[in-house]
Nanobody, 116 residues
Framework: QVQLVESGGGLAQPGGSLRLSCAAS????????MSWARQGPGIGLEWVAG????????YYLDSVKGRFTISRDNAKNTVYLQMDSLKPEDTALYFC?????????WGQGTQVTVSS
């Protein structure tokens, strides 16, 4: 069955960095677009970043442009989210999801907390 398992969350200071990973299994990873989404306290679900199958198509939420980078390694069935220059407003539960702007599977999430 389809499984998406996120890792790499934690506590970071403002201005710091974290790298999230999402290990995928149970489907042909290379033929699907993959995304990261987040849900912060009191905020609805936000599509943070998306990556097409051949890396040519990318999407970033305006508030993370220039700070976050999505990438994938099809040989490892893994999608990453490099998060730099973190801000307190980036605090959220981050999910890996299969698909572009609409998703049919997502993981349990990994918590990211940005605080001094």
């Amino acid at each position: 069955q389809v499984q998406l398992v996120e890792s790499g969350g934690g506590l970071a200071q403002p201005g710091g960095s974290l790298r999230l990973s999402c290990a995928a299994s149970g489907f042909t990873f290379s033929v699907y677009a993959m995304s990261w989404a987040r849900q912060g306290p009191g905020i609805g679900l936000e599509w943070v970043a998306g990556l097409g199958t051949d890396d040519s198509d990318t999407y970033y939420l305006d508030s993370v442009k220039g700070r976050f980078t999505i990438s994938r390694d099809n040989a490892k069935n893994t999608v990453y989210l490099q998060m730099d220059s973190l801000k307190p407003e980036d605090t959220a539960l981050y999910f890996c999801a299969r698909g572009w702007s609409t998703w049919d599977y997502w993981g349990q999430g990994t918590q990211v907390t940005v605080s001094s």
